[in-house]
């Protein structure tokens, strides 16, 4: 099972970091990711990291101001988020993939219920 929290308001400029609990004992088996759905708009992806930490992924439009970390000991997936611009306003997912940490949303197994990140003035 994963939980996502941290979201809420930020003016554009602004910094979030998002957590994902998960619970069991398998979560350093799993390369994780974090997706984003905005109003009207399809699931997207946002970063991913492997079992271990050593390898990332991020889509373009982060690239720079998002960073994707996790602390197996922990059982947490973060997402620090900086330079937030209204455009990043979405529903953010957690997920687990026991595959490759995969930029598809279809390779996923298990997702968070998602928290809502809302950038506006």
């Known amino acids: 099972q994963l939980q996502a929290s941290g979201g809420g308001w930020v003016q554009p400029g602004g910094s979030l970091r998002l957590s994902c609990a998960a619970s069991?004992?398998?979560?350093?088996?799993?390369?994780m990711g974090w997706f984003r759905q905005a109003p009207g708009k399809e699931r997207e992806f946002v970063a991913a990291?492997?079992?271990?930490?050593?390898?990332?992924n991020y889509a373009d439009s982060v690239k720079g101001r998002f960073t994707i970390s996790r602390n197996n000991y922990k059982n947490t997936l973060y997402l620090q988020m900086n330079s937030l611009k209204p455009e990043d306003t979405a529903v953010y997912y957690c997920?687990?993939?026991?595959?490759?940490?995969?930029?598809?949303?279809?390779?996923?197994?298990?997702w968070g219920q998602g928290t809502l990140v809302t950038v506006s003035s």
């Open positions: 990291i492997n079992w271990s930490g050593g390898s990332t």
């Open positions: 997920a687990a993939d026991l595959g490759r940490y995969s930029n598809s949303r279809y390779d996923y197994d298990y």
């Open positions: 069991g004992r398998t979560f350093s088996s799993y390369a």
